[in-house]
């Protein structure tokens, strides 16, 4: 599958492995936000065993750190410009700070909670691709923080 943005990503150059993560961990923080994520690379009984491993896990990040970020998005005027180029510019920060966290499952869970906050807000705002480039960023930080293409190896 190739999906076109203003950024050329080849899907086909990742590995199933990360595709299937992003896929359902875009789909269970989007369900938070009541935006639908029509699956990519999943299927039901997959995301349901993604979710009795991880939900409790990425719903704990939610609470806590994110709220901060949501609130830096809604009070500072930079992000409010409902363009392509300013979602990417103020989530880019996540894929760049994933790195310094190599195999860990937590960092690659709040990293991509980071990144599918800010395309909740902008979506809302009125960007509708907005889960479409965050779909595409989370595959970019699981690449970040699973080199080897293998989620299931991490050690966290």
Not at 27 to 49: A, C, G, S, V
Not at 61 to 90: G, H, Q, V
Request: overall charge negative; charged content about 25%; aromatic content about 18%.
């Amino acid at each position: 599958m190739e999906i076109e943005v203003d950024y050329e990503i080849n899907l086909r150059t990742f590995p199933e492995d990360l595709l299937i993560l992003a896929d359902n961990t875009t789909m269970l923080i989007l369900m938070e936000y009541d935006i639908l994520w029509p699956e990519k690379f999943t299927n039901n009984e997959r995301y349901r065993e993604f979710c009795r491993k991880y939900a409790k896990s990425i719903a704990k990040n939610r609470y806590s750190d994110i709220f901060d970020w949501e609130l830096t998005l809604e009070l500072c005027p930079k992000y409010w410009s409902t363009d392509e180029a300013t979602f990417r510019n103020s989530v880019r920060p996540f894929r760049c700070l994933a790195k310094l966290y190599p195999y860990d499952k937590n960092a690659f869970f709040f990293y991509s909670h980071c990144v599918l906050c800010a395309a909740k807000f902008y979506y809302k705002l009125g960007l509708e691709e907005a889960p479409m480039l965050a779909f595409l960023e989370v595959i970019l930080v699981a690449k970040s923080v699973f080199p080897n293409g293998v989620f299931d190896a991490a050690v966290r």
